[in-house]
C-alpha cells in the first residue's frame, strides 16, 4: 500500500466516524395537500385541501426566495366524501412558483401566472397530433388506415382516410371524434395555445368528418367501429385498397393476427364505413364544428371556408327534415349549432331557430319543488336529463345567445333560466362537497347507489358501475366548468367562476388521489390502459385526457387498475378539458 493509498483510507475511516454517518439520510415526504398541480391564473379562486380536520396553519411558500407569501387557517368542510379542511390562498396573485407546507405536510410544486395553462393546451393540441389516422408526419404510428374504406350499403370503396382514432383505440366513431374538433375551434376562439398548429389540426380532423357526408347533408355514423360485432374493424390494416370483388363476409384472422372475427371483402382487410346517419346530437355537434370551422379558415383559405360553411348549412336542412320531436340533448346541440352558423353568416333564420328551441327548452326546465333548475329528458319524460357527454350543452349554448344577442326580447328568460340552472341546481349539489364537484345527474324513483338525496330526487357525482358501460367524468366536469364560467359571466356571479376553477382543478390532481388525469401533466396519473384487440397497443400519449376518475356503487370516488373507463382517452373528455383551459385562460 502507497502513502496515497493509505491518506485515502484513513480519510475513509475519518468519515464512517463522522456524526452524521448515524443518521438516516433520507427524508420521507407527504404530499398530502391537495392543490392544481399545475396552477392557477393570477386572479383564480384557489382553494387547498387536507383530509380530516387541521389546527396547524398553512403556509403559501415561494420556491424561488423561500418567502412565506401567505399564511392561513383552515376552514373544515364536512360533506360527500367525507370531512377535510379548504385552505383558501386566492390572495396571493403574484406570478411565480409555489407550494403549500402545512406541519408535516405538503403540496406538489405549482406556478400561478398569466400563461400557467399554455403548456398543457400545447400539449393537448399535440395529442391529437399523436392520434392522427392517415398519411400524416405525426401520427404514432403512421402511415396508418390509408384503405379507409368500404361502404357498408353497397360494398363500394371511399376515401375517409384521415382525422383521428378515439380512446385507446383504432377506431373513428364521428359522433365521439367530432367533439375534437369543436375544443380545438374553441381554444382557437379564446385566443390560447399555437394558432397555426390548431388550424393545421383543425384540417386534418375535418379530412375524414367532410368525407363522412352524404350529398343530402347528413354524416355517417363511423369506421372502424363494432359493424357487426364488438371490436370487428378495431385493427391495423396493410394500408392497401382492396379490389371490389366478392360480397362482404365475415371470416377468422390468421392466427395470431387478431383475436376477432374481422369483416372484410375478399381477402383484404379493409374497414368497413358505418353508412347509416349519425344520432341527431351528433349531426347538430358536425354543423357546431363546421360553421366555427368556416370562421377561423375565412383569412387563410377562402375556399376551404367555404366548403365549411356549405357542409353545415347542407347538413342543418337536412336536421330540420327530421320530424322527430327533439330530445333535450338535441335542443342544446342544435341551440349551439344554429348560434354558431348565426355567428358566421349573420342569417337571422339562425338566429330564430337558437331562439325557438331554447323557448321548447324552458317548458323542459324544473322549476318548482326543493330542487329545481335541471332539465327534464323529454316533452313527456319527466327523468332529469343527464349526459356525460353533452349535458351542459345547453347552458353553454343560452350563455353564448346572451352574448350574441344582447337586445332580443327574450334575453331576460334566457337569463332567468340561466340563474336557475347554474345556481339553483349546479351550485347547489356543488356545494355538497368540500371539492366543489359537480354531480353527474339526478335519478327519479329509485336509490342508484350512494343514498344521496336532494329534494324529491337522488343525485350521483359518478355514473352507476353496474351500466353497461359507464366511463369518468372528466367530460361532465369539464364541460360544467366551461358553462358555470359563462353563467359567471352573463350573471356577474364570481362564485360561479370559482366554482368553474374547481372543475380543472378536479382534473389536474384536486381529488381524494391526488391524482392528474391529463398524460404528461402533474402527478400520480391512474394506469395506463393499452388497449386490448390489436399490436401494437395504444402508447401512452403525452396530453391525452383520461376519461377521469370514477365512482362506485356507493357513489365514492375510484381510481381503477388501468381500467378502460377511467383510463381510456375518450375524445369528448380531451375536447372539454381543451376548451375549459382555454376559456379560464382568456378570462
Ligand atoms: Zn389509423
Redo the contacts with the bound molecule.
Keep these: 500500500m502507497g502513502s496515497r493509498d493509505k491518506l485515502l483510507g484513513m480519510v475513509c475511516l475519518c468519515l464512517l466516524s463522522l456524526p452524521f454517518q448515524a443518521q438516516r439520510l433520507s427524508r420521507d415526504y407527504n404530499v398530502d395537500v391537495l392543490v392544481n398541480q399545475v396552477g392557477y391564473m393570477p386572479g383564480a379562486d384557489k382553494v387547498c385541501l387536507v383530509k380530516g380536520e387541521c389546527d396547524a396553519p398553512f403556509k403559501v411558500i415561494d420556491i424561488q426566495t423561500q418567502e412565506v407569501v401567505l399564511s392561513g387557517n383552515w376552514a373544515p368542510y364536512s360533506g360527500d366524501f367525507g370531512t377535510w379542511s379548504r385552505g383558501d390562498f386566492s390572495a396571493v396573485s403574484r406570478p411565480g412558483h409555489y407550494y403549500i407546507l402545512c406541519d408535516t405536510l405538503r403540496s406538489y410544486p405549482f406556478e400561478i401566472g398569466p400563461a400557467v395553462y399554455r403548456p398543457a393546451i400545447d400539449l393537448v393540441v399535440s395529442y391529437f397530433s399523436r392520434q392522427r389516422?392517415?398519411p400524416s408526419a405525426t401520427?404514432y404510428?403512421s402511415p396508418?388506415?390509408l384503405d379507409?374504406g368500404i361502404r357498408m350499403d353497397n360494398g363500394k370503396h371511399q376515401d375517409v382516410s384521415g382525422g383521428w382514432?378515439d380512446a385507446s383505440d383504432?377506431r373513428?366513431w364521428v359522433g365521439a371524434t367530432i367533439y375534437g374538433m369543436i375544443g380545438l375551434a374553441k381554444a382557437y376562439e379564446a385566443g390560447v395555445g399555437d394558432q397555426a398548429k390548431i388550424r393545421d389540426e383543425l384540417r386534418w380532423g375535418n379530412r375524414y368528418f367532410l368525407h363522412m357526408q352524404e350529398p343530402d347533408g347528413h354524416i355517417m355514423s363511423y369506421i372502424?367501429g363494432d359493424v357487426q360485432k364488438h371490436s370487428d374493424s378495431n385493427r391495423?390494416t396493410d394500408n392497401i385498397v382492396g379490389e371490389e370483388t366478392g360480397e362482404l363476409q365475415m371470416v377468422k384472422p390468421n392466427a395470431g393476427r387478431s383475436p376477432h372475427d374481422m369483416l372484410i371483402r375478399g381477402t383484404k382487410d379493409d374497414r368497413i364505413i358505418r353508412t347509416d346517419p349519425l344520432e341527431l346530437t351528433g349531426q347538430f355537434n358536425f354543423i357546431t364544428a363546421e360553421a366555427m370551422t368556416a370562421r377561423i379558415m375565412k383569412r387563410s383559405d377562402r375556399k376551404y371556408a367555404g366548403q365549411c360553411l356549405q357542409a353545415a348549412e347542407d347538413c342543418f336542412s337536412w336536421c330540420l327534415k327530421n320530424d322527430v320531436p327533439f330530445e333535450t340533448g338535441e335542443i342544446g346541440a342544435s341551440m349551439l349549432a344554429s348560434l354558431e352558423l348565426y355567428k358566421t353568416t349573420k342569417r337571422p333564420l339562425y338566429r330564430d331557430f337558437a331562439a325557438m328551441q331554447a323557448k321548447i327548452l324552458r317548458t323542459r326546465q324544473a322549476d318548482t319543488g326543493a330542487l329545481k333548475g335541471f332539465f327534464f329528458t323529454g316533452q313527456s319524460n319527466t327523468e332529469p336529463y343527464k349526459n356525460i357527454w353533452n349535458g351542459c350543452q345547453a347552458l353553454i349554448a343560452l350563455c353564448d345567445m346572451v352574448k350574441a344577442f344582447p337586445k332580443h326580447q327574450d334575453v331576460p328568460t334566457w337569463k332567468a333560466m340561466i340563474d336557475l340552472y347554474a345556481r339553483q341546481y349546479v351550485e347547489t349539489l356543488a356545494e355538497k362537497n368540500a371539492f366543489d364537484m359537480v354531480p353527474f345527474g339526478l335519478y327519479l324513483g329509485e336509490d342508484p347507489g350512494g343514498g344521496r338525496r336532494a329534494g324529491e330526487y337522488w343525485y350521483r357525482y359518478f355514473m352507476q358501475p353496474e351500466l353497461d358501460w359507464w366511463v369518468g367524468v372528466n367530460a361532465n366536469l369539464a364541460s360544467n366548468g366551461i358553462g358555470l364560467l359563462k353563467a359567471a359571466d352573463v350573471l356577474g356571479d364570481q362564485n360561479l367562476k370559482a366554482l368553474a376553477q374547481r372543475q380543472l382543478d378536479w382534473i389536474i390532481g384536486f381529488n381524494p388521489f391526488n391524482s392528474s388525469t391529463i398524460a404528461g401533466v402533474g402527478y400520480s396519473h391512474p394506469k395506463h390502459f393499452p388497449g386490448s384487440s390489436f399490436s401494437p397497443l395504444t402508447p401512452v400519449i403525452p396530453g391525452a385526457v383520461l376519461n377521469g376518475l370514477g365512482g362506485n356503487h356507493e357513489d365514492e370516488p375510484v381510481i381503477g387498475n388501468g381500467d378502460w373507463q377511467i383510463s381510456e382517452y375518450w375524445t369528448p373528455m380531451v375536447a372539454y378539458t381543451l376548451w375549459l383551459m382555454g376559456v379560464l385562460s382568456s378570462g
Design positions: 389516422c392517415g401520427g404510428l396508418c388506415h379507409d382514432h383504432l373513428k372502424g391495423w
